[in-house]
């Protein structure tokens, strides 16, 4: 165990969060000085600007950062006579991993450090500027100001911080508080049936004005609310998601219980570009800070497919065409928001271009189509997918009272349905199914030859 996990899990509970107020202070003044604010004015500009000034814009910002990536990095250092994004090849995980020194254009004692969770396997080092870092802040900022929030407002955070022991939770102790910019972190990976009363009583008690984290724990502690029939009595203004593909029924039973609005968005640790829910539903494509390809198995372009990435705000490890593994849908190109944003948009985000199951007569069957398999089942809180072999799938299952006999007939139709006749389906009901070691929760995972 790490120095600071000792520390966080062993100290007395106020020491322990006094230390991450002063620890989360310091980051936040990192995030919030320099060029936050001329990168806040720049994006509040550019969201009403017309469609013409946007894509001149983009077409300036992508010339800048391929002229740096190619200038400051061995690794592009080949492809200075480049004429289009195209010319540049595409970027692996694996190349980032066995090649960073050549990637990055700085050191690590010059960079904000950042590692992904690893849920798609290795975890991963990326280096940030710290502009870059100051950007996508005040993006983010820009984007979240829009539902009224602002840093010191109350914020519960679930995300993949270890920051709690089982020796804590026997004492009830369940998240850590920074004092100072009033935000609660939960720790996402003790939420379970048992601990249910903990977690609710700490998050009405502390009755935060916003919620920020993965969705599939605000969802599990949103259904066990709803199965012991509780709802939120104080006012939660919105959910920001984060980390994990929101599904209809994570939207659905949150906002049941929470009474709030949802807006979604899609990044990366990586340093993605951005995807943002508008205020009307819509999904938009932020072109300003950066370049969605979508391409289908041979790499083609392709309305619906894996998403190739260039992003504008890393310049400490340039992602150029980086394939990062998650799949979206786009929407017509003729096709506006009734919000009045030409920003392109976004039919669906479809999750990690692994999150499926492969049936023998249904082909690839994905995280949303499964997903749906709930509907118009009872008793259902949180289920798992897992594919070990071609011609089965075990479905783990954390149920209430109300899934019956009838209502795992049902389940198990409605899986079958998607999954196609040729695919056994092996059901089985436990109490609690385990996070990834990055906190976030997997629906499906395809096992096949791994």
Request: proline letters at 3%; one cysteine or more.
């Amino acid at each position: 165990m790490l120095l600071k996990e000792i520390f966080i899990h062993y100290s007395p509970n106020f020491l322990t969060n006094c230390a991450i107020t002063v620890f989360n202070s310091y980051q936040y003044k990192i995030r919030h000085a320099g060029d936050y604010q001329k990168y806040k004015d720049y994006y509040t500009k550019f969201s009403i600007a017309s469609k013409h000034d946007v894509e001149v814009e983009q077409k300036e910002r992508l010339a800048n950062f391929l002229n740096f990536s190619v200038n400051k990095s061995n690794w592009y250092s080949h492809y200075r006579k480049y004429e289009s994004l195209n010319d540049f090849g595409i970027l692996n995980k694996e190349d980032i991993i066995n090649n960073m020194k050549d990637i990055a254009t700085l050191s690590e004692k010059n960079a904000i450090v950042s590692l992904t969770g690893g849920t798609t396997g290795a975890s991963m080092k990326v280096l940030y500027t710290k502009e870059n870092m100051q950007e996508r802040h005040a993006f983010l900022d820009s984007f979240r100001a829009q539902y009224g929030y602002t840093l010191g407002k109350k914020c519960v955070w679930f995300s993949g911080k270890n920051i709690v022991s089982e020796k804590n939770i026997k004492k009830g102790i369940c998240y850590r508080d920074d004092y100072v910019n009033k935000i609660r972190f939960f720790s996402t990976f003790h939420i379970t049936d048992s601990n249910f009363h903990i977690y609710w009583l700490a998050f009405r008690n502390f009755a935060p004005a916003y919620i920020v984290g993965f969705p599939s724990s605000v969802y599990e502690l949103c259904s066990m609310a709803a199965v012991r029939g509780l709802k939120l009595e104080n006012t939660v203004e919105a959910f920001f998601p984060t980390a994990e593909t929101l599904l209809p029924i994570h939207r659905e039973v949150i906002s049941s219980v929470l009474g709030c609005k949802i807006a979604d968005q899609y990044a990366s640790s990586e340093g993605a570009p951005f995807i943002l829910e508008c205020e009307q539903g819509g999904m938009h494509i932020h072109p300003l800070t950066g370049i969605f390809e979508v391409v289908d198995e041979d790499m083609k372009p392709a309305q619906e497919g894996e998403i190739l990435v260039t992003s504008f705000t890393t310049k400490g490890t340039p992602l150029i065409r980086y394939r990062i593994g998650d799949r979206i849908k786009l929407a017509p190109e003729d096709k506006q928001c009734v919000c009045g944003s030409h920003f392109p948009l976004v039919e669906r985000i479809e999750g990690r271009a692994t999150d499926y199951i492969l049936s023998p007569t249904h082909g690839k069957v994905n995280l949303g189509n499964i997903s749906n398999s709930t509907k118009n089942v009872a008793g259902v809180i949180q289920f798992q997918a897992i594919q070990h072999k071609s011609d089965c799938v075990e479905v783990l299952v954390v149920a209430s009272n109300d899934f019956t006999d009838k209502e795992q007939k049902n389940f198990k139709l409605a899986l079958a349905e998607r999954f196609g006749p040729e695919l056994k389906i092996n059901l089985k009901i436990v109490d609690e199914i385990p996070k990834e070691k990055s906190g976030k929760f997997r629906l499906v995972k395809n096992m096949i030859g791994k």
